[in-house]
């Protein structure tokens, strides 16, 4: 993993608190697959209607060597995400399921080539 992710703050001040949340989080991810390229992750405050309040959008791009994750948590109807740190929690996990997934999609394609590959030889 070459760790090459761009992290952008719009309608947010950036802190270091955040700054230090999102990229603990973005070392996690190579926890659960070794092929990420890079990425970038968007924290916006979108402008809301006063009487619902200021619910956070966190959008993640993660570029893997075969294809592009997109994760787009922006629920306006959600206010959990009231809280900046529960929405990048929230996408982020959303990341980690869709890199799971992947990866055991493509250990059961490898597996399946290798099967094809000793069959082939065995006959």
């Not at 990420?36 to 405050?45: E, F, K, P, T």
């Not at 206010?79 to 929230?90: F, N, P, V, W």
């Not at 399946?112 to 030889?121: A, I, S, T, V």
């Amino acid at each position: 993993m070459t760790n090459e992710f761009q992290v952008l703050f719009h309608n947010i001040d950036q802190t270091s608190a955040l700054s230090q949340a999102v990229q603990k989080r973005i070392d996690k991810l190579a926890r659960y697959c070794d092929q990420i390229l890079s990425g970038r992750v968007v924290l916006d405050a979108p402008h809301n209607h006063h009487h619902k309040g200021k619910v956070y959008a966190v959008a993640i791009e993660i570029h893997v060597s075969s294809k592009k994750i997109i994760v787009n948590q922006g629920q306006h109807n959600n206010h959990a995400h009231e809280d900046l740190y529960i929405a990048i929690r929230d996408a982020f996990n959303a990341a980690e399921r869709k890199l799971k997934a992947m990866d055991k999609k493509n250990r059961a394609n490898r597996l399946d080539m290798k099967k094809h590959l000793f069959d082939d030889q065995a006959a």
